[in-house]
């Protein structure tokens, strides 16, 4: 088991908190952040700005594939930007989240 902090844009706090609840609710993450952030990006061939909300979750490496699964059914873009990253952390930690999704 390997921890991973993973990284989602969501389109507002109703989303973010939605997606933040349900993860937690399947012992699929241990926390989720947010904050508010503006993005630029690249959408079509066009420059697109927007206001977004972004999501810091952390989980296991392990559960990648799940946490896609769950963010699938309730985002609203087609199109989700989620990003995982393997982070090192203290051994209290790794114990905190083997005991939350043991």
Same mark, same amino acid.
């Not at 972004?54 to 769950?70: A, T, V």
């Given at each position: ?17 939605? #997606? ?32 977004? #909300?972004?999501?810091?979750? =952390?989980?296991? =490496? ?32 790794? =114990? ?7």
């Amino acid at each position: 088991m390997r921890m991973a902090v993973y990284y989602l844009t969501c389109a507002d706090d109703w989303e973010a908190d939605k #997606i933040a609840k349900s993860l937690l609710k399947k012992k699929l993450i241990v926390c989720a952040k947010q904050m508010p952030v503006a993005s630029s990006s690249l959408w079509k061939g066009k420059l697109v700005q927007d206001k977004e #909300i972004l999501l810091i979750l =952390e989980s296991i =490496e392990e559960n990648f594939d799940k946490i896609e699964k769950e963010i699938r059914k309730l985002h609203s873009h087609e199109t989700f930007v989620l990003y995982s990253t393997p982070v090192k952390t203290t051994r209290k930690v790794e =114990e905190w989240i083997r005991e939350e999704l043991g």
